[in-house]
């Protein structure tokens, strides 16, 4: 279904019926990633909601790095959320979709039931997280640089993409990718909201998260630590609740999707 908001045109994804669910999707993913989640929840009496965010899947893909902001992307999930007459909705985030999911729940609490975050944990415990967190985060910096990492990603066939991201949809993800533009549109998330400044500049300053939330991290995640995650727990005033997926990697909705469905089904209900 397209949905127009904020001057763009967004793919979002409606099934079921029920209590809402809005599924964020992060790099360098589309609602695709979520297909495993969609019948689990859709069979539990939950509503999905999906999009494609701005940049990926069949979303359109503004051409100016601000257009990448995350205060940007929130604004598209609450225009979603209006365009469905959606009030309040849990919320799932993973990669980048865990800090759109994160600020909205700080900025817009009335429109988030509960919150979960993959991966990625609150903003600012991913900032203290500490020299390991940094370490493999390396890639955020190379991102910066236009040109160099469109073509260090995407030369020799997305050569380098595939030895180091071991996405378990390869070859999908890489079709996506390799659309004109679309690469580009994909790291202007980094290059918005991740600039180099952001390792000397004062931390983020955010009122607590006052919604019930669940972080989960997966022990094979090669780009994220688990204290990025625990560390949240600071963050959140409301009941905070922490899961470990062991053996999965980043993409846990796709490595251990029965696990993930068994700990959403159990919060969200």
Not at 3 to 18: P, S
Not at 66 to 94: M, N, P, Q, S
């Amino acid at each position: 279904m397209r949905v127009e908001v904020n001057g763009i045109g967004l793919e979002v994804q409606d099934r079921g019926e029920g209590t809402p669910v809005v599924l964020l999707h992060g790099w360098p993913d589309s609602h695709r990633l979520w297909r495993h989640q969609v019948p689990a929840l859709n069979a539990a009496g939950f509503r999905t909601i999906a999009p494609d965010l701005r940049g990926f899947g069949a979303t359109d893909a503004p051409a100016d790095v601000a257009d990448y902001g995350l205060d940007r992307t929130i604004a598209d999930v609450a225009g979603v959320l209006d365009h469905f007459g959606v009030e309040r909705a849990h919320v799932v985030g993973h990669d980048w979709g865990a800090p759109v999911a994160w600020l909205l729940a700080t900025f817009m609490p009335q429109r988030v039931d509960r919150l979960v975050a993959l991966s990625v944990g609150h903003p600012r415990a991913f900032g203290k997280a500490g020299p390991i967190q940094r370490q493999k985060s390396w890639y955020m910096l190379l991102f910066q640089f236009e040109g160099v990492a469109e073509r260090w990603l995407g030369d020799d066939d997305f050569a380098n993409f595939r030895a180091w991201g071991g996405h378990p949809d390869m070859d999908a993800v890489i079709a996506d990718l390799a659309r004109p533009g679309r690469l580009t549109a994909s790291l202007n998330w980094y290059r918005a909201n991740v600039p180099p400044t952001t390792l000397v500049d004062p931390p983020l300053e955010l009122p607590p998260v006052t919604v019930p939330t669940m972080g989960v991290w997966s022990s094979g995640d090669f780009a994220l630590t688990e204290e990025n995650m625990t560390g949240s727990a600071e963050y959140v005033s409301a009941p905070w609740r922490y899961e470990r997926i062991d053996g999965a990697g980043h993409w846990m909705q796709l490595d251990a999707p029965e696990k993930l469905n068994a700990l959403l089904l159990d919060f969200l209900s």
